[in-house]
Structures are given as structure tokens and as C-alpha cells.
């Protein structure tokens, strides 16, 4: 259906039940608004198409028309119709119809598309990329100048209604009704069926369908508020299952599998509710339980080498079923005018009830999946002080209790410690400094691992490893005068893992911002910005063949500890004015805007047995750890010509620059023998882009 028929459609039904809940006739005079707004652009790019338009639809060479509709329409006695329609025609389209009588009833009719453009003129051996079923010709993969070519890119079409009822106040209601439609194709990585040393790249066909309804019912009156909601979500993959003929397998033709997204369905309860107490106190909650479950059938066999070898499974198909719980509880309380409180508990838990399956492989050895879910208990409370006019001292402390199923660190404690000044005098802003301290322990669990699995005893993953860490921001909003006001601020993270023996043993955070905007009589607007953000992490980690003891271990060329410390800097500054040349009437805009981050890796073997075949310290560091540059120049100049006619014309320059190791020297194929075939998915995002625009805006 094309969306403006969706639209007439859905607002012809719902429009005239709307009427039955009036009991007044419209007024003589209503007041209707309409603003039309036309855009035509002219760009020309080169380099990497679909990274400059990204989530845009924009053409190269080609004029574009870019519109927008405004519609608003009241008649003064409380009923309303705002429609908005942008970019018409093109992937980016939206439209919206929202209407009502303020008090009483509101609807809310919507589409959107959305584009995703990942990589364009990427090629594949396959004959039909976009299909389930993935083919190419001849016993083996073609050269690549026999390749197809086809785009990495998806759009989604979103519809939905919605509709408030209030009328029955203090009662609510509220029901929401969504459909969303996603097509396209994204890459998918997999392995080749001959060992870990051969990969491919493979065109996944996309093709979702998604509905959602969400239902609310409440009652909001002083001093209480309480809320019903429901939400039910049901997801659709019309491919389920990625077939393609493998070209590792000496065994041709072939077809390999791999299960893709499975259908499933989610729903949630929840209650929200506050009531106001004695002594300027409140109390809120919030309740809810969900649950998903999907169902998908296992593939039965798997190939290994050139064998098609069956699985022996305790089921072929996997039920999933995951709960969740939720409980939270806050007091908040101002009893005396120099001092608020706040006490809190939450709590949650995801129970996962899906099917426990075993598989036997051909050497007799048993897996069994395991299932993941885990509860968390926070509990904590917060003061709030305030020890002068304008000067407030704010403390906090809180614990965390996390409990997973996991067979290295099933549980974390975390004693979270803050506190915070802030102080505001009138003529100066706002200043803050806060400190946070984190203390986390772990209780470690060995299940006295043996032969390769040993270097469990020395690992510690850092999202569950015990830490300790620091964490300083201080930040200074002031407006010394009228026409000036300026932002500052600075944080400073520290995590230490001294626990850790292989993993991440420290990681450093310093991040600054500054932003400035001064207006210079009626005639200037000078504004600008400066962010910059520094990390730097270190690691052990432990490479061996035989003896995984990175403590007293053998050191040697097959054996042997190595360490990384890595830096990521970025910064981010823009610079800009406005001149009004003739004040509310002709004003030209100039602006500038560069980001930069640059990225290294510092290797070193601590042992020089590793460092064979002309390798040393220094050569086996990575320079270009995900650098990018990207800069943008805007001109325009915005002419009021009447108090509803306005025009605006200009250019924007924009430029964007990779270079990282991964993707440095990028090839299609990979060893002779191939052990890769890749498509050119993200292999060089840098484009350089000039557009052109004209824009006329009218207002009836």
C-alpha cells in the first residue's frame, strides 16, 4: 500500500468516531496554517557513495527536489489537525497526521521510511545475491572480474495509528498500533567448513515484518498516579535459513546452511504508579514481567572437511523462552527546606526457561548449551544538602548484587561511592565537581580446568573482573554577560583490574569540552566548539601451544606472554558565524566542523624467542588503529523577504578520510589457495562531497 493511501485510509476510520466524542459545533472562524518548504540540491561525490548517504537518499550528478507540507488547522474551541509530509518521494519520506480536542481525545497517524546504506557496487561469486539460496557457476569460485555486482543496503517502512482518550478524567486511555516492513541485504560472515583459516563473505537477504501494539490505561489525579501498559511485538523473517554452495569443499556441487534470525514473539506487563506523601514526600514504583519465545529448527548435519557429517542431537528443534521481572521502589522526601532524600531498591532477573540441547560429536564428546540469564539487586540511597544559597552538597551511595549463570565469575558486588558539589551564584551560572569510587569484587569459579582450557585460572574478562575505579568530572556553565555564554568541562576515568594476571589490566579516560556562543551587537554571531577525548588501555594476554601458565611458564617461540597498549585520541572543533547583514532580513551563516581520531597499538613480545621471521617491537606496532578524518564547510545565506516568504541558498563541502590496518591493502580474494573471499563490505568508506542548494519557504 503506498503510504499516502495508508494515510487516507487510516484517517477516514478513526475520524469520524472522533466527532462522537464532541458535544460543541465548530466555531465560524477556524484558523488554518500552512507553510510549504521546497529544496533543490545538485551534489556531486566520489569515493564511497553509500557512506555519504548513509541514512540519506541523495543522488550524485542528479538535481534533487527535496519538499515539506505543514498543515495546521484549530478551531478555536480546543480541536486541532496538524500534517506534516517531508521529503516526498523519496527513501526518507515521513508523514504525520496528529489531531484531537485538547482535554479529551488526541490520534496520531504515521509513516516513515528509513534507508541504510551500507556498501554500494559490492561483488559476489554468487549468481543471486539478495536469495536464500546462494549459487555459482563451475566447479569452483570464479575470478573476480566474473563477479556480480549488487548494493549492501536495506530500507524500513514504518506504519502505524495511535489514539489517547482523556475525556474520562481523571481516567486515560491509550492504544498504538505499528507495522514495519525491513528489506534489503546486509553481510554475513562465515566459516568455510575446513578449518578456522577459511572465511567468506556472503550477501544475507533481509526481508522483516514487525508489528507492535502497545495498550496503556492510567489514572492520574492528585495525589496519585497510576498506569496499566501492555505491549505485545511479533517478529517475522520470511528467510529463515542461509543456503550457499561452499567453495572450500572439494565435494562440488555442495549446500551449506546457517539458520538466520528466527520468528518470535515478545510481550510485557507493567505497572507504574506514584502517590504523594506527608512531610513533601513520594513514592514511585515501577512493576513489569515479559516474556519471548521463538522456535526454530536446527540444522542436522554439518559438514566437515568434505564430509556431510549428521549431528546427533537430543532434539532438532530449539525452543527459546526467555522471562523477565522487574521491580523498582523509590522515596524521595524533602521534610526540611535544606536537606532532600531519596532511598531506592531494584531489582531484576531474566530466567531463561528455553530447551537444554546435547550434542554428541563423532569423537563421543557431549556439549550442552548453556543458557544465559542472571538476576541483579540494586539497592542505595541518596542527600542532597544545601549549606547556602546557591551551594548544595550531593551524596550518594549504592550497591549492586549480580548473579549469572556463567562458569568463570558468577557473581559481582559493587560498593558504588559519589559525591558532588554544585554551586550556583546568579550573575556567574552553574560549577560542578563530583568523585565517584567504584569497588567491585568477583567470586571466582574453577572447576579445575585441565590441557588448553588451564589458562581459565589466569583470566579474568574484563566486563566481570574485579575493578577498581575512579571517576572525576568537574563542569563550569557561566554567562559573564548577556550576550556570552560559555560551557566547560572535564572528566577523568580510571579502572584498574589488579586482579587480573591475562585481560585488561588498566584502562584511562580524559575527556574535555568547551563550547562558546557570543552575539556581537545586531550584527555578528560568533559560536564555536572543542571536545577531545584520550583512552589508553593495557592488556597481557598469552599465546602457547602447550603450557597456557603465563606465571614460572615456558617462554618461547611457541609460548609466550605479550602485551598491547593501546591509545584512541579524538577531537572534535567547529567554528562558526552569523552576519546579519541587514538585521531580520539578510544574514549569511559560515561554519566549519573537523573530527579527528587517530589510533595506535603498541605490541611487545616479552620474550625474544616470539619475535621470528624479521620481526621485532617496533615492526609488529600498528600505526593506524581505526584513524578517520572528516570535515565539513557550510555557506548559506537566508533572505526573509516577507514575513512569510523566505529563501536560502548555499554549499556544503564534506570529506571523509580512513585508514586502518584491517582494511589497508584490501583484497577480494585472500592465499593461494584462497583461504577468503570477501565482498567489498566496508572496505573504504572515504568519499569527498560538494552539494549545491537552493530552498523556498512560504507561509499561508
Not at 147 to 158: A, C, E, G, L, Q
Not at 334 to 352: S, T
Not at 420 to 446: C, H, Q, T, W
Not at 600 to 624: K, V
Request: glycine residues 8%.
Amino acid at each position: 500500500m503506498r503510504p499516502l493511501t495508508f494515510l487516507y485510509v487510516i484517517m477516514f476510520c478513526i475520524l469520524p468516531y472522533s466527532f462522537l466524542l464532541s458535544e460543541e459545533t465548530p466555531p465560524e472562524t477556524p484558523i488554518i496554517q500552512v507553510e510549504v518548504d521546497v529544496t533543490g540540491t545538485y551534489p556531486t561525490i566520489s569515493g564511497n557513495k553509500a557512506k555519504y548517504n548513509g541514512y540519506r537518499d541523495i543522488k550524485d550528478g542528479s538535481v534533487g527536489a527535496y519538499g515539506s507540507v505543514l498543515l495546521g488547522y484549530d478551531n478555536r474551541k480546543g480541536y486541532f489537525m496538524d500534517f506534516s509530509a517531508l521529503d516526498i518521494g523519496y527513501d526518507t519520506q515521513s508523514y504525520r497526521l496528529e489531531g484531537g480536542k485538547w482535554g479529551s481525545f488526541k490520534y496520531i497517524l504515521n509513516y516513515n521510511e528509513t534507508p541504510h546504506n551500507i556498501t554500494w557496487d559490492a561483488i559476489t561469486p554468487y549468481g543471486s545475491p539478495g536469495s536464500a539460496y546462494l549459487v555459482y557457476p563451475g566447479p569452483g569460485s570464479p575470478t573476480t572480474n566474473r563477479w556480480v555486482p549488487f548494493d549492501y543496503s536495506t530500507i524500513r517502512k514504518d506504519y502505524g495509528a495511535g489514539i489517547r482518550v482523556d475525556r474520562l478524567k481523571p481516567f486515560y486511555m491509550e492504544v498504538s498500533y505499528s507495522h514495519e516492513k525491513k528489506e534489503g541485504i546486509k553481510p554475513f560472515a562465515a566459516e568455510g567448513a575446513a578449518g578456522f583459516g577459511n572465511a567468506i563473505e556472503l550477501p544475507e537477504p533481509v526481508d522483516y515484518r514487525t508489528n507492535q501494539l502497545t495498550g496503556e490505561m492510567g489514572y492520574a489525579k492528585q495525589p496519585l498516579f497510576l498506569s496499566f501498559q501492555y505491549l505485545y511485538s511479533q517478529f517475522g523473517n520470511n528467510n529463515e535459513v542461509l543456503s550457499f554452495r561452499n567453495p572450500f569443499l572439494t565435494t562440488q556441487p555442495n549446500v551449506d546452511r546457517f539458520n538466520l534470525a528466527p520468528d518470535n514473539t515478545y510481550q510485557k506487563f507493567s505497572f507504574t504508579g506514584n502517590v504523594k506523601l506527608p512531610m513533601n514526600s513520594k513514592f514511585n514504583t515501577n512493576l513489569g514481567h515479559s516474556t519471548g519465545k521463538s522456535d526454530v529448527n536446527i540444522l542436522g548435519s554439518i559438514w566437515n572437511n568434505d564430509t556431510l557429517q549428521p549431528l546427533i542431537l537430543s532434539t532438532n528443534r530449539f525452543h527459546g523462552d526467555v522471562r523477565t521481572q522487574n521491580y523498582d521502589f523509590v522515596l524521595t522526601s524533602n521534610p526540611i527546606n535544606f536537606v532532600e532524600g531519596k532511598a531506592y531498591y531494584k531489582y531484576y532477573k531474566r530466567d531463561n526457561q528455553s530447551d537444554t540441547i546435547t550434542l554428541v560429536n563423532e569423537d563421543g564428546q557431549v556439549t550442552v548449551n548453556q543458557l544465559f540469564e542472571y538476576k541483579k539487586e540494586t539497592f542505595g540511597a541518596q542527600l542532597d544538602f544545601r549549606l547556602y544559597r546557591g551551594l548544595h552538597l550531593l551524596t550518594r551511595y549504592q550497591h549492586v548484587n549480580l548473579d549469572r549463570q556463567r562458569y568463570d565469575i558468577p557473581e559481582n558486588k559493587d560498593d558504588i561511592y559519589f559525591a558532588e558539589i554544585r554551586y550556583s551564584p546568579m550573575s556567574l551560572g552553574v560549577f560542578r565537581i563530583s568523585y565517584e569510587k567504584l569497588l567491585r569484587n568477583a567470586d571466582l569459579l574453577f572447576r579445575n580446568p585441565t590441557g588448553s582450557n588451564a589458562i581459565q585460572l589466569y583470566q579474568r574478562r574484563y566486563d566481570a573482573a574485579p575493578q577498581d575505579r575512579d571517576t572525576f568530572k568537574t563542569a563550569w556553565s557561566i554567562t559573564p554577560i548577556d550576550p556570552l555564554s560559555i560551557d566547560i568541562s572535564y572528566k577523568y576515568k580510571r579502572s584498574d583490574y589488579d586482579d587480573t594476571i591475562i585481560g585488561l589490566l588498566k584502562r584511562e579516560t580524559n575527556e574535555f569540552a568547551f563550547d562558546m556562543d557570543y552575539t556581537m551587537g545586531k550584527y555578528f554571531r560568533f559560536f564555536g566548539y572543542f571536545d577531545y577525548q584520550y583512552i589508553k588501555t593495557d592488556q597481557l594476554q598469552r599465546q602457547f601451544d602447550t603450557n597456557p601458565n603465563p606465571v614460572g611458564g615456558i617462554q618461547d617461540a611457541t609460548n609466550f606472554n605479550w602485551r598491547s597498549k593501546q591509545k584512541d585520541t579524538t577531537y572534535d572543533y567547529g567554528l562558526g558565524i552569523d552576519i546579519h547583514a541587514i538585521p531580520k532580513k539578510l544574514t549569511f551563516r559560515l561554519s566549519y566542523d573537523y573530527v579527528m581520531a587517530n589510533g595506535e597499538n603498541d605490541f611487545t613480545y616479552l620474550t625474544a624467542a616470539a619475535l621470528t621471521g624479521g620481526r621485532n617491537n617496533e615492526n609488529i606496532d600498528i600505526a593506524n588503529w581505526g584513524d578517520y578524518r572528516k570535515q565539513c564547510f557550510m555557506f548559506k545565506a537566508m533572505y526573509q523577504a516577507t514575513p512569510s516568504m523566505g529563501i536560502t541558498a548555499g554549499y556544503i563541502y564534506e570529506r571523509y578520510k580512513t585508514s586502518d590496518a584491517q582494511y589497508d591493502g584490501y583484497q577480494y580474494v585472500v592465499g593461494t589457495p584462497p583461504s577468503t573471499y570477501l565482498t567489498g563490505a566496508y572496505s573504504d568508506p572515504s568519499f569527498n562531497a560538494n552539494l549545491v542548494f537552493m530552498g523556498f519557504s512560504y507561509k499561508f
